[in-house]
Nanobody, 123 residues
Framework: VQLQASGGGLVQAGGSLRLSCEASGRTFSSSTMGWFRQGPGKEREFVACISWNGGSTYYADSVKGRSIISRDNAKNTVYLQMNVLKPEDTAVYYC?????????????????WGQGTLVTVSS
C-alpha cells in the first residue's frame, strides 16, 4: 500500500483545510485509515481514524468538533476536513493504513504511512 497525502498549506487562524490521502493497492477498502500529526519539537500524535466502511470514527480531543474524517472507497481516498484552525494545529499531517488491528489511536498499529503534508496556521 502506498499513501499520498495532499492538501496542506498556509492558512490563517479560523480558516479551513481539507487534507486528502490517496492510496494504491487493493487493501484500502478493508483498512482502517488514520491521520496523525507531528508539530515542531513534538512527538507524533493521533488526530482521527475511520473504520474500513466509514461506520466508526474517532477523534483526538484536540480536534473533536472541528474536524471530520471521511473516506471514499471507490476513489481509494480518505479525507480530513479541518475547520476553525488554530496555530497549535501547525504540523506535518500523515495518513496511515491499519490493515489488521481495527480502529486505533496508536501509531505502532498502523502498517503503512504516507509522506506527510505540512499545515501551517498563522495567528
Amino acid at each position: 500500500v502506498q499513501l499520498q497525502a495532499s492538501g496542506g498549506g498556509l492558512v490563517q487562524a479560523g480558516g479551513s483545510l481539507r487534507l486528502s490521502c490517496e492510496a494504491s493497492g487493493r487493501t484500502f477498502s478493508s483498512s482502517t485509515m488514520g491521520w496523525f500529526r507531528q508539530g515542531p519539537g513534538k512527538e507524533r500524535e493521533f488526530v482521527a481514524c475511520i473504520s474500513w466502511n466509514g461506520g466508526s470514527t474517532y477523534y483526538a480531543d484536540s480536534v473533536k468538533g472541528r474536524s471530520i474524517i471521511s473516506r471514499d472507497n471507490a476513489k481509494n481516498t480518505v479525507y480530513l476536513q479541518m475547520n476553525v484552525l488554530k496555530p497549535e494545529d501547525t504540523a506535518v499531517y500523515y495518513c496511515a493504513a491499519n490493515l489488521y488491528s481495527g480502529t486505533s489511536k496508536y501509531p505502532h498499529q498502523y502498517d503503512y504511512w504516507g509522506q506527510g503534508t505540512l499545515v501551517t496556521v498563522s495567528s
